[in-house]
């Protein structure tokens, strides 16, 4: 990979975002159109979205999936479960629906745990919040079953973080409505 992408990557991970976008922006400066272009749109989004800027992220995350289809079916499918975080944290429900549901259509394109048990759990959350109570129940039904087969396949395995992000998005989800 090119030096400047390396370099924001590295400061990416570190949790350093704002410094990653500039080394992400420069990069795309340098080189417009090469095979690292729409991974480096990927990245800056991910900064964008560890600094908040969140329609900024969107619009980075929304390129990629334009620009991907085909040709690249796993970056198209992280830049989508990502996109879902950030509608989520702008507080757009319907399009998070919208989107973890074409997510969950690519799912084979995005590690077994996100795929069998936390996409399932934050569809279930999503429709929950949404009023949707017949299509929460179906994806939180999906994703027990998920993290039952998971856990089952890896029981002498600790406790992976995936568990614990899929059963808090199950928690979630309310199945009643309370009155006072």
């Known amino acids: 990979a090119?030096?400047?992408?390396?370099?924001?990557?590295?400061?990416?991970?570190r949790g350093e975002y704002k410094a990653a976008l500039h080394e992400f922006?420069?990069?795309?400066?340098q080189e417009p159109t090469s095979q690292w272009t729409?991974?480096?749109?990927?990245?800056m989004g991910r900064s964008f979205e560890g600094m908040g800027q969140w329609t900024e992220a969107v619009d980075r995350y929304?390129?990629?999936?334009?620009?991907?289809?085909?040709?690249?079916p796993r970056l198209q499918a992280l830049?989508?479960?990502?996109?879902?975080?950030?509608?989520e944290a702008l507080g757009?429900?319907?399009?998070?629906?919208?989107t973890l549901v074409d997510t969950y259509a690519r799912k084979e394109h995005l590690p077994i745990e996100v795929g069998e048990a936390e996409l399932?759990?934050?569809?279930?959350?999503?429709?929950a919040r949404e009023g949707n109570m017949l299509q929460a129940v179906k994806y939180y039904d999906l994703a027990e079953k998920g993290i039952v087969r998971l856990k089952r396949e890896r029981e002498s395995e600790p406790a992976p973080v995936?568990?614990?992000r899929s059963l808090y998005f199950m928690g979630h989800m309310s199945l009643r409505k309370i009155t006072w």
């Not at 729409?38 to 990245?43: D, R, S």
């Not at 399932?120 to 429709?127: C, D, E, H, I, V």
Request: no cysteine; aromatic share 14%.
């Open 2 to 13: 090119p030096r400047l992408y390396r370099n924001g990557v590295g400061l990416l991970e």
């Open 25 to 29: 922006q420069l990069y795309l400066i």
């Open 38 to 43: 729409q991974v480096t749109i990927y990245n």
């Open 62 to 72: 929304r390129q990629v999936v334009k620009s991907t289809s085909d040709r690249a």
């Open 79 to 87: 830049a989508l479960y990502r996109l879902s975080f950030s509608y």
């Open 92 to 98: 757009e429900d319907d399009q998070t629906v919208a």
């Open 120 to 127: 399932p759990a934050r569809l279930a959350a999503a429709y």
């Open 162 to 164: 995936w568990l614990a």
